[in-house]
């Protein structure tokens, strides 16, 4: 009873009724200030790990770190952190927060602040914590662009939480399976936890041959789709839906294929953007003492930002090169308009010109020296690690034929057979996809009143032609003109092999734009992506149908 009933008070801490979240606050200080007293002083030492499910000292502690640190609640943050203030004044060891903001790559002085946040945010992100009971980082930093965060609230939410084809457990074991193949432990670790409190056989978690055969049976598809998704055919659908005992219905599949390409985009965009683990998973928190080094990481975020304007070339001089930068792009921009408003070019010279970007993409690195990702933890979630990225076959070499955007479109094509097989996502899909392709502020850096619809179609129509997929109108000099060689690194390292994304690469391109214009950039990037994988899948769908 006792475990249920604290269980309890920390779940009111997610209401929006201010008297109900005062209520639970006074709750959960009684039961962590008992929780305290029972363990005793622990002479320096981390809290013992060993007193129940609800009554757990250690656990109940990294709760409250997390909430002081990051709920929409400015009553409960400040609540969480003087009881975490009593706990250690008590004698008992308190965790800390190992990630400087939710961001390794952006300084967390010029991300959102709560309690500064503006009033349309606010209620997102009230929203998200009411609903999910945490306010995670991509939220955080999806935060700088809240029509988008609306949109991809209502979406996630949708395909996790409301009714639909698939059981909820499934979900989330399905969100690990598409996290894990690109050894994102960020978001394994956060439906690791989603998955058990929707009642998920922990059993599942010691890897995919624990899990049920039907789940077993989206391995193939699951690797296909994240890393060559031109690669799936219509026998792989049928194979699926005529699995005996295991086979899935043509509803379910359609919501397994939204899933894993939701998840295959959202690693992707949790590389870009360098997201840190949150406090509660692993990685997030220690009970040990800083080392005395660490004091000068802290002056990073309290003002001391030398290094930082350094690495975003906003001091010393470097500034005046990164200017020119954005100068010479908009420049670019300008005569390209002019070009397009002269001359016209014919349909063989454009389909040329994609053949040529298409081809000099394959020269593009996304390989750095950097360290390895261990992924011990993750890739029992996956099976063939070898699988990975493969460029789309050159011209004269090709045995998939480029994808005419205009034979099978998301718009035409794609939306109603979603639609029709798993009612309203496809609207959900198709408002997210339009509102991410036409976010603009016209602005770019420090410039205003900015035409970026051309940049935006460069960067959405690049990720494209990466998957083979070829637009007639659309003419594919102009990526080169507008995207330059850091830039497309970056783009390609995120979207086909997002692991393998630095701190360095984030810092080498657009210098002078501000992170909330890179955050868009990765927005771009996670929905091109998906879109590309979903009109893959959707195709096969639809000749599987046919």
Same mark, same amino acid.
């Given at each position: 009873?006792?475990?249920?009933?604290? /269980?309890?008070?920390?779940?009111?801490?997610?209401?929006?009724?201010?008297?109900?979240?005062?209520?639970?606050?006074?709750?959960?200080?009684?039961?962590?200030?008992?929780?305290?007293?029972?363990?005793?002083?622990?002479?320096?030492?981390?809290?013992?790990?060993?007193?129940?499910?609800?009554?757990?000292?250690?656990?109940?502690?990294?709760?409250?770190?997390?909430?002081?640190?990051?709920?929409?609640?400015?009553?409960?943050?400040?609540?969480?952190?003087?009881?975490?203030?009593?706990?250690?004044?008590?004698?008992?060891?308190?965790?800390?927060?190992?990630?400087?903001?939710?961001?390794?790559?952006?300084?967390?002085?010029?991300?959102?602040?709560?309690?500064?946040?503006?009033?349309?945010?606010?209620?997102?992100?009230?929203?998200?914590? /009411?609903?999910?009971?945490?306010?995670?980082?991509?939220?955080?930093?999806?935060?700088?662009?809240?029509?988008?965060?609306?949109?991809?609230?209502?979406?996630?939410?949708?395909?996790?939480?409301?009714?639909?084809?698939?059981?909820?457990?499934?979900?989330?074991?399905?969100?690990? $399976?598409?996290?894990?193949?690109?050894?994102?432990?960020?978001?394994?670790?956060?439906?690791?936890?989603?998955?058990?409190?929707?009642?998920?056989?922990?059993?599942?978690?010691?890897?995919?041959?624990?899990?049920?055969?039907?789940?077993?049976?989206?391995?193939?598809?699951?690797?296909?789709?994240?890393?060559?998704?031109?690669?799936?055919?219509?026998?792989?659908?049928?194979?699926?839906?005529?699995?005996?005992?295991?086979?899935?219905?043509?509803?379910?599949?359609?919501?397994?294929?939204?899933?894993?390409?939701?998840?295959?985009?959202?690693?992707?965009?949790?590389?870009?953007?360098?997201?840190?683990?949150?406090?509660?998973?692993?990685?997030?928190?220690?009970?040990?003492?800083?080392?005395?080094?660490?004091?000068?990481?802290?002056?990073?975020?309290?003002?001391?930002?030398?290094?930082?304007?350094?690495?975003?070339?906003?001091?010393?001089?470097?500034?005046?090169?990164?200017?020119?930068?954005?100068?010479?792009?908009?420049?670019?921009?300008?005569?390209?308009?002019?070009?397009?408003?002269?001359?016209?070019?014919?349909?063989?010279?454009?389909?040329?010109?994609?053949?040529?970007?298409?081809?000099?993409?394959?020269?593009?690195?996304?390989?750095?020296?950097?360290?390895?990702?261990?992924?011990?933890?993750?890739?029992?979630?996956?099976?063939?690690?070898?699988?990975?990225?493969?460029?789309?076959?050159?011209?004269?070499?090709?045995?998939?034929?480029?994808?005419?955007?205009?034979?099978?479109?998301?718009?035409?094509?794609?939306?109603?057979?979603?639609?029709?097989?798993?009612?309203?996502?496809?609207?959900?899909?198709?408002?997210?996809?339009?509102?991410?392709?036409?976010?603009?502020?016209?602005?770019?850096?420090?410039?205003?009143?900015?035409?970026?619809?051309?940049?935006?179609?460069?960067?959405?129509?690049?990720?494209?032609? $990466?998957?083979?997929?070829?637009?007639?109108?659309?003419?594919?000099?102009?990526?080169?003109?507008?995207?330059?060689?850091?830039?497309?690194?970056?783009?390609?390292?995120?979207?086909?092999?997002?692991?393998?994304?630095?701190?360095?690469?984030?810092?080498?391109?657009?210098?002078?734009?501000?992170?909330?214009?890179?955050?868009?950039?990765?927005?771009?990037?996670?929905?091109?992506?998906?879109?590309?994988?979903?009109?893959?899948?959707?195709?096969?769908?639809?000749?599987?149908?046919?």
């Amino acid at each position: 009873m006792e475990d249920g009933d604290g /269980a309890g008070r920390w779940d009111r801490l997610c209401s929006r009724d201010a008297n109900m979240r005062k209520v639970a606050l006074d709750g959960v200080q009684q039961l962590v200030l008992s929780l305290t007293e029972k363990a005793g002083p622990t002479n320096g030492k981390p809290p013992p790990s060993s007193l129940g499910p609800a009554g757990d000292l250690d656990h109940s502690l990294v709760r409250l770190l997390r909430l002081s640190r990051s709920c929409p609640f400015t009553d409960v943050r400040d609540k969480c952190g003087a009881i975490l203030q009593a706990v250690q004044e008590m004698g008992v060891r308190i965790p800390r927060a190992l990630g400087q903001g939710p961001s390794e790559f952006i300084p967390e002085k010029e991300i959102l602040q709560l309690g500064r946040e503006d009033a349309e945010t606010r209620v997102l992100f009230i929203e998200a914590f /009411a609903t999910l009971g945490r306010l995670d980082n991509i939220t955080l930093l999806m935060g700088f662009h809240p029509r988008y965060l609306d949109s991809f609230l209502k979406t996630q939410h949708y395909l996790m939480q409301m009714d639909g084809p698939l059981p909820y457990h499934y979900r989330h074991y399905i969100a690990i $399976m598409a996290a894990a193949r690109h050894q994102c432990s960020y978001l394994v670790n956060l439906h690791v936890n989603d998955f058990l409190q929707v009642g998920g056989d922990p059993k599942w978690l010691a890897g995919l041959d624990s899990a049920p055969r039907k789940l077993q049976t989206l391995s193939e598809m699951n690797k296909i789709l994240a890393h060559r998704p031109w690669l799936i055919t219509k026998d792989h659908i049928e194979k699926l839906l005529k699995a005996e005992e295991h086979g899935w219905s043509l509803a379910e599949l359609v919501h397994v294929v939204v899933l894993l390409t939701h998840y295959h985009s959202l690693a992707s965009f949790t590389y870009g953007c360098g997201i840190n683990p949150e406090i509660h998973c692993d990685g997030g928190h220690t009970f040990r003492l800083p080392s005395v080094g660490s004091c000068y990481v802290c002056d990073f975020t309290n003002g001391n930002n030398a290094v930082d304007d350094l690495l975003n070339g906003q001091g010393g001089s470097g500034s005046t090169e990164t200017v020119c930068e954005v100068e010479a792009l908009m420049e670019k921009m300008k005569q390209l308009q002019e070009c397009r408003d002269e001359e016209e070019a014919s349909q063989e010279e454009m389909a040329t010109r994609f053949e040529r970007e298409k081809a000099e993409s394959l020269y593009v690195t996304t390989t750095e020296g950097e360290e390895s990702v261990d992924t011990r933890d993750v890739s029992r979630h996956f099976e063939d690690p070898s699988y990975g990225y493969k460029e789309f076959p050159r011209q004269g070499e090709q045995t998939v034929p480029t994808f005419r955007a205009q034979d099978y479109t998301w718009e035409d094509h794609g939306y109603s057979l979603v639609n029709r097989l798993y009612p309203d996502v496809g609207q959900l899909l198709d408002e997210k996809f339009q509102i991410v392709y036409n976010l603009t502020y016209n602005t770019m850096a420090m410039h205003k009143d900015v035409d970026t619809s051309m940049l935006r179609r460069a960067i959405w129509n690049y990720i494209h032609c $990466m998957f083979g997929i070829r637009y007639d109108d659309y003419d594919y000099g102009e990526i080169n003109q507008l995207l330059d060689w850091n830039f497309k690194a970056y783009i390609k390292t995120v979207v086909c092999s997002p692991v393998k994304t630095t701190n360095r690469m984030y810092d080498s391109f657009w210098r002078r734009f501000k992170h909330s214009e890179k955050i868009h950039v990765n927005l771009l990037l996670m929905e091109a992506r998906m879109q590309a994988e979903l009109l893959y899948a959707l195709t096969a769908i639809t000749r599987y149908l046919t």
